[in-house]
């Protein structure tokens, strides 16, 4: 007995001993702004040593022999020095991520946000805090991008003011929000749309002739995508608890203690000022539901969609979460008494702002970064070359998925925009396994696995600079190797877990969303 308990005891220390080793090489790496300069220094000389080279690959987008181009050409050098600006200011994270902190900084300043929770935790299981956080990352898939800058901090808020460790509760967040991307908790998010349009032009590529008359449903995967949101809430509910959070124990929270949440008890004053706020976020959101609703109404495309990546409403999320944390933050800063002029609102939003600094200085070179890496071709010749690669080994079936959920989270280390990605890869893919009978609908949820499962790791993320940020904010020698470290886990583990999931919708001949099939020509 002793010895069957000594077992796990040895296979967790060695499990530490691995992360706590990846911490430490990772944190001794430049800092994220310099590495990102770095990364773009390298990307300019393998650009330069490969641009004379031919490749037989084609690019799938183009319909020609994929070209490394020199950006180390002056042509290339002016350009992307006339550009710097223009790349920097269009950085779409930096925009959504500045706007957003605006109405966030004003509900943080005048107190709405600590009180809200402390409400909520009250009433909430301890226990039920990891699944529940998860679920809301998981759901902000919704909002598009706001779960990065709404849900991701709160939950370390959430996490420290129940007395657990701040960094568990950001881990557990990101997994809900980046590492459950493809997961939709009953709501088609705006990546269904996005994907299926990508697949459908695959689809045409094909020479097969059943694929003249074959239409991809938007919602192709979403039964599997929904099924996944329980896999990934429960994956992350035992490594938070049991992995993330012991691991943490002995990592000292060094934040200034005047800039933490805390559990006291609600005065009067707090709970008359959270009630008239909470109304005034309820009648905000009426009136925006009640405004959405008629088919002629603004807020919808000219066809009428309310839910389409084009509508005005889908693009005004992040001034939304601006508009809906700004008004009851000052609604309850009124009431509440922590605010007692407009002077009060315009320091909280500077506060919040006064944080983002480093942030903007690492935002400025990843932008620089993803640029020249895009402008170099180096990621689609990779992602060209893996597929084809994939596509010689002539697997199994099961294998072949398999390879396209690795494959494709090998590119996603590189590649970090999901539309990119699979317009190299399911151009190549889709057409490619149509041939030998698979569905391009079984072929976009192998892709969506190994996309989601491996973005927590990523530096090149855009809003990975965001989560270092807010890691720091409670243990300031939080670097690159901490929140890799954190995430590791939850990418093998997804990684392994989820594809198995897969395998068995496959297998079992489980509708994967619909109009879907697993085969092709559907039986």
């Given at each position: 007995m002793s010895a069957q308990q000594a077992a796990p005891a040895e296979k967790q220390s060695m499990l530490n001993r691995a992360l706590n080793a990846i911490e430490v090489v990772g944190n001794k790496l430049p800092d994220p702004a310099i590495l990102f300069a770095l990364l773009m220094v390298f990307v300019w000389v393998a650009s330069w040593l490969l641009s004379g080279v031919s490749f037989n690959e084609v690019d799938p987008r183009t319909g020609e022999s994929i070209q490394i181009a020199n950006l180390l050409a002056g042509s290339s050098l002016t350009e992307f020095t006339s550009r710097m600006v223009n790349t920097f200011v269009t950085f779409a994270p930096l925009g959504i991520v500045l706007v957003a902190m605006l109405g966030l900084g004003v509900s943080e300043h005048?107190?709405?946000?600590?009180?809200?929770l402390r409400s909520i935790l009250s009433v909430t299981p301890k226990m039920l805090l990891t699944p529940v956080l998860i679920a809301v990352g998981i759901l902000s898939h919704v909002a598009v991008d706001a779960g990065y800058v709404l849900v991701i901090p709160l939950g370390a808020v959430i996490f420290y003011a129940a007395g657990r460790h701040p960094l568990a509760g950001i881990a557990a967040a990101f997994a809900g929000v980046s590492g459950g991307f493809s997961a939709t908790f009953f709501i088609p998010s705006s990546l269904d749309p996005m994907l299926a349009a990508f697949t459908q032009e695959a689809?045409?590529?094909?020479?097969?002739?059943?694929?003249?008359?074959?239409?991809?449903?938007?919602?192709?995967?979403?039964?599997?995508?929904?099924?996944?949101?329980?896999?990934?809430?429960?994956?992350?509910?035992?490594?938070?608890?049991?992995v993330i959070e012991p691991r943490l124990k002995n990592t000292q929270v060094d934040a200034d203690a005047a800039d933490l949440p805390v559990m006291d008890e609600l005065s009067s004053r707090e709970k008359k000022g959270l009630m008239w706020a909470a109304f005034s976020m309820v009648a905000a959101f009426v009136?925006?539901?009640?405004?959405?609703?008629?088919?002629?109404?603004?807020?919808?495309?000219?066809?009428?969609?309310?839910?389409?990546?084009?509508?005005?409403?889908?693009?005004?999320i992040v001034s939304l979460i601006f508009i809906f944390f700004l008004i009851p933050g000052v609604v309850y800063g009124y009431v509440a008494g922590t605010v007692r002029s407009h002077r009060d609102v315009v320091e909280g939003m500077s506060k919040a702002m006064s944080g983002m600094g480093y942030y903007i200085v690492m935002a400025f070179f990843c932008a620089q970064f993803i640029y020249a890496f895009g402008q170099s071709n180096l990621g689609a010749l990779m992602a060209i070359k893996g597929a084809n690669w994939l596509k010689e080994m002539a697997f199994p079936m099961g294998f072949t998925l398999i390879g396209i959920v690795l494959l494709t989270g090998f590119v996603n280390l590189m590649v970090g925009s999901a539309s990119a990605k699979w317009a190299l890869i399911g151009a190549i893919m889709v057409p490619m396994l149509m041939e030998l009978g698979v569905s391009p609908d079984l072929t976009q949820a192998a892709y969506r696995v190994g996309d989601s499962s491996t973005n927590i790791i990523t530096p090149l993320l855009p809003y990975f600079p965001l989560i270092v940020v807010f890691c720091q904010k409670y243990v300031k020698s939080s670097g690159i190797g901490t929140l890799i470290s954190l995430m590791l886990p939850f990418t093998v583990t997804l990684l392994v877990c989820w594809t198995a999931f897969l395998l068995l919708f496959w297998g079992f001949d489980i509708p994967l969303g619909v109009g879907a099939s697993h085969s092709f020509p559907a039986k």
């Open positions: 005048t107190g709405f946000i600590n009180a809200g689809v045409n590529l094909s020479a097969h002739p059943a694929a003249a008359d074959l239409v991809i449903n938007p919602l192709n995967n979403f039964y599997f995508t929904t099924a996944s949101t329980f896999l990934v809430i429960l994956v992350g509910w035992f490594l938070t608890d049991k009136l925006l539901v009640i405004s959405a609703l008629p088919e002629g109404s603004a807020w919808r495309t000219d066809t009428g969609e309310l839910a389409d990546a084009a509508a005005p409403l889908m693009r005004s």
